[in-house]
Nanobody, 124 residues
Framework: QVHLVESGGGLVQAGDSLRLSCAVS????????MGWFRQAPGKEREFVAF????????VYDDSVKGRFTISADTAKNTVYLQMNSLKPEDTAVYSC?????????????????WGQGTQVTVSS
């Protein structure tokens, strides 16, 4: 069993930065895939970024490419999402997720464990 807890959300202005953290507890393997997703009010959950727990192979949605950076610190059992140049359209609840097997996937159903989410609000 893997338990995920997100933190670091908040209210910021457009152009600001935030770093989200996802604390991971339980047994993990280097083959585990870690994803960040977000869900805005009235919209479906959407993929943001992916990284293998080993730190290899990152993938980003086009909407955040060049602005967001996903990273994994296995010594601290934490996955990060550094978000720069935030825009109002980035406003959403951000959740991290873990995938036991398989490669990169942008589909929420491909993940086995989820955190509770953290709210990010970007004002214009």
């Amino acid at each position: 069993q893997v338990h995920l807890v997100e933190s670091g959300g908040g209210l910021v202005q457009a152009g600001d930065s935030l770093r989200l953290s996802c604390a991971v507890s339980g047994r993990t393997f280097s083959s585990y895939g870690m994803g960040w997703f977000r869900q805005a009010p009235g919209k479906e959950r959407e993929f943001v970024a992916f990284i293998f727990w080993s730190g290899d192979s990152t993938v980003y949605d086009d909407s955040v490419k060049g602005r967001f950076t996903i990273s994994a610190d296995t010594a601290k059992n934490t996955v990060y999402l550094q978000m720069n140049s935030l825009k109002p359209e980035d406003t959403a609840v951000y959740s991290c997720a873990a995938r036991r097997t398989g490669g990169v996937t942008k589909y929420p159903l491909g993940y086995d464990y989820w955190g509770q989410g953290t709210q990010v609000t970007v004002s214009s």
